[in-house]
């Protein structure tokens, strides 16, 4: 049996111009769940991010008049959803990081699988207290897997101006976790 072949981002919009349901429906499975992800790695909120990946659906819906279809719907969703986030977090008091809690893993060594959750938690924080375009630029490029010329695009500065950002925010996320090294380091 043979899958057919994935329509086009245009092909889609196109569909959905025309009132096709079902082309909606697949746009959103295949972007949701990456722009919800995105939302929380910047917010640290799922619900939060939930409803910024609704309003970036919202905002797509809204100008599919003035789509150009030379890039991926893909990366114009990660800018609204980088811009709403931004928004957010200006707005928004500070969280307190313990407060979030890691979920369970079900692996077999329950000392790595512990030792594991603390590193992420404690890499997760560190990125939380870089200064917002330094953490953008490290959640595209190291947990979306984003190329600087990508990232440059969404955040609309120069690649240059991302290589800087990365530098600076890889820097400052060893600072963060130089005094909790050994504590990282430690044998599981």
Known sequence: MNN???E???DLLRRIKNGDS?????LVDQNLDRIVNYGYRLLGDRAEAEDVAQEAFLRLWRNLDKWRAEKPVIHWLQRVTYNQCIDRLRK???VDIDAIAEPADPSENPA???HQAQVSEAVNAAIKQLPERQRAAIVFAHQEGLSNIETAEIMEIS?????SLLSRGRRGLRKLLE???PE????V
């Open 184 to 187: 990282l380091e430690g044998d």
């Open 112 to 114: 790595r699988s512990l």
């Open 179 to 181: 005094d909790l090294r």
């Open 22 to 26: 079902a082309a909606a429906r697949i």
């Open 159 to 163: 690649v240059e101006a991302v290589e």
């Open 92 to 94: 928004k008091k500070p």
């Open 8 to 10: 086009s981002d245009a």
């Open 4 to 6: 057919p072949t994935p």
